[in-house]
T-cell receptor, first 114, second 113 residues
Framework: GAVVSQHPSWVICKSGTSVKIECRSLDFQATTMFWYRQFPKQSLMLMAT?????????EQGVEKDKFLINHASLTLSTLTVTSAHPEDSSFYIC??????????FGPGTRLLVL | QQQVKQSPQSLIVQKGGISIINCAYE??????FPWYQQFPGKGPALLIA?????SEKKEGRFTISFNKSAKQFSLHIMDSQPGDSATYFC????????????FGKGTMLLVSP
């Protein structure tokens, strides 16, 4: 299957700081990437859809000024959690569309805000 | 409104048995139905997927059964192994637009040795 990587795999930061998470499609180009959030023992919650070269589309209830998404190239999308607070602690997962229907997921990034 | 309902929430199966997970959807625009397997602390991995033009798809020990009229689909894991113990998510999407996935709530499968 296609390979999607995320960096870092885990991060601990102080409250009020910003954290950037990178998502890369390693062996294919992805015009569309997605960012999800997952709480323990729960399903994936779509945060936003990221399209290369254009603004991200955020799901209802997701603060676009807090979760900044940049899709600068066909293989890289970044999620920046600005002014992070303990309630932002979660497992963040990206995915990328290799074709019109198939989404491949990254390994996830665990964020802990102290 | 939950558009994809998944059951059961958890499942315990003996080694060698058949694991069955069911999903039902409401949106008739859905035309792509993947199943993902997720181990703790890892991202979901695509397991198998089906389009509504077929009623069944088999890949190794994993089979999807699809009932378009009932708007239901299920995952069958034959000869279940302890290594299959994971959380399984069904999902659905429409081929139009950005193909965003709507996920079920997940099923935690435990295969006992």
């Amino acid at each position: 299957g296609a390979v999607v990587s995320q960096h870092p795999s885990w991060v601990i930061c102080k409250s009020g700081t910003s954290v950037k998470i990178e998502c890369r499609s390693l062996d294919f180009q992805a015009t569309t990437m997605f960012w999800y959030r997952q709480f323990p023992k729960q399903s994936l919650m779509l945060m936003a859809t990221s399209n290369e070269g254009s603004k991200a589309t955020y799901e209802q209830g997701v603060e676009k000024d807090k979760f900044l998404i940049n899709h600068a190239s066909l293989t890289l999308s970044t999620l920046t959690v600005t002014s992070a607070h303990p309630e932002d602690s979660s497992f963040y997962i990206c995915s990328a569309n290799r074709d019109q229907e198939t989404q491949y997921f990254g390994p996830g990034t665990r964020l802990l805000v102290l | 409104q939950q558009q994809v309902k998944q059951s059961p929430q958890s499942l315990i199966v003996q080694k060698g048995g058949i694991s069955i997970i069911n999903c039902a959807y409401e949106n008739t625009a859905f035309d792509y139905f993947p199943w993902y397997q997720q181990f703790p602390g890892k991202g979901p991995a695509l397991l198998i997927a089906i389009r509504p033009d077929v009623s069944e798809k088999k890949e190794g020990r994993f089979t999807i059964s699809f009932n378009k009229s009932a708007k239901q689909f299920s995952l069958h894991i034959m000869d279940s192994q302890p290594g299959d113990s994971a959380t399984y998510f069904c999902a659905a999407s429409s081929m139009t637009g950005y193909s965003t996935l709507t996920f079920g709530k997940g099923t935690m499968l435990l295969v006992s040795p």
